[in-house]
């Protein structure tokens, strides 16, 4: 199930992003996942989804995709068509999702006002 993409969560104030869309992708997020669909020419784009990990409950996933599933959510931003699946829907509401590069790691963030707090590394979260 996993593809090999990082992904960190981070608990946001909710007044941050006034505007309630499915996700709003960040300009580094955008050029990211162009990236990523050009090295996988068989994707349409990618899925994000929920599930039981890490000290503090849930994790997102991100995975490469070829259909949209029929309860999937899409969002398409710019050319970048983005699945959500139907059990992370409701936890990724008004999510940006950021991607940043440094010297030592490079991953997508979700800067996510629904979630109550998440474990030290930012892997997991709880809602």
Do not use: H
Not at 80 to 94: H, M, P, W
Request: glycine fraction near 8%; aromatic fraction near 8%.
């Amino acid at each position: 199930m996993s593809s090999g993409i990082s992904v960190t969560v981070k608990a946001i104030g909710s007044s941050k992003f006034a505007k309630r869309a499915a996700l709003i992708l960040t300009e580094n997020a955008i050029k990211r996942v162009k990236q990523l669909l050009l090295q996988n020419q068989n994707a349409i784009g990618l899925r994000i989804g929920v599930k039981q990990k890490g000290c503090s409950g849930l994790a997102y996933y991100l995975e490469y995709t070829n259909q949209k599933n029929k309860l999937d959510e899409e969002v398409n931003q710019d050319g970048v068509k983005i699945y959500i699946d139907r059990k992370a829907q409701l936890s990724l509401l008004g999510t940006e999702m950021d991607f940043v590069s440094s010297a030592l790691s490079s991953e997508f963030i979700f800067n996510n006002p629904n979630i109550k707090g998440t474990c030290g590394c930012g892997e997991s979260f709880t809602m």
